[in-house]
């Protein structure tokens, strides 16, 4: 149960908003197992009774912050930070690979990811739209 707890934790403290560099963010899952294995052990030290909803395990670990591991913090941060790129980049993918999407997907027929799967299929797009689809985990 405690395991469950914990894993369940880590999924709900990936889920926030500043933006790191790197060539590709971690999905939700990747997130949330790299939070439960540094993090666990200090989630189930000092907030064995948090309920996770509502920002209660965030706010328990954060009034606990100078007790926590040091990879706990830092391994939290990369999660947050990789996570929120992730967010960002699904939202700007559109903007950012619209004249792409015009060049090599023309005709394409809109919904069901038809796009997507062009511009994926489509060695020739740019290399921001590349960019950005790698960090929106649509590569």
């Given at each position: 149960?405690?395991?469950?707890?914990?894993?369940?934790?880590?999924?709900?403290?990936?889920i926030?908003?500043?933006?790191?560099a790197?060539a590709?963010?971690?999905?939700?899952a990747?997130?949330?197992?790299?939070?439960?294995?540094?993090?666990?052990?200090?989630?189930?030290?000092?907030c064995?009774n948090?309920?996770?909803?509502?920002?209660?395990?965030?706010?328990?670990?954060?009034?606990?912050?100078?007790?926590?591991n040091?990879k706990?913090?830092?391994?939290?941060q990369?999660?947050?930070?990789?996570?929120?790129k992730?967010a960002?980049?699904?939202?700007a993918?559109?903007n950012?690979?619209?004249a792409?999407a015009?060049?090599?997907?023309?005709?394409?027929?809109?919904?069901?990811?038809?796009?997507?799967?062009?511009?994926?299929?489509?060695?020739?797009?740019s290399?921001t739209?590349?960019?950005?689809?790698?960090?929106?985990g649509?590569?």
């Amino acid at each position: 149960m405690k395991l469950i707890k914990i894993a369940l934790a880590a999924a709900l403290l990936t889920i926030g908003g500043s933006v790191a560099a790197s060539a590709q963010t971690m999905s939700y899952a990747q997130a949330g197992a790299l939070i439960a294995s540094s993090c666990g052990k200090d989630i189930e030290r000092l907030c064995p009774n948090v309920n996770l909803g509502g920002g209660a395990l965030v706010a328990c670990l954060a009034q606990s912050r100078a007790k926590l591991n040091p990879k706990c913090v830092t391994d939290y941060q990369a999660a947050f930070e990789s996570v929120s790129k992730r967010a960002a980049a699904q939202t700007a993918v559109l903007n950012v690979c619209q004249a792409d999407a015009r060049q090599y997907c023309n005709g394409i027929a809109a919904g069901k990811g038809h796009f997507l799967g062009c511009l994926k299929s489509t060695r020739l797009i740019s290399a921001t739209c590349k960019q950005a689809l790698t960090d929106a985990g649509w590569n």
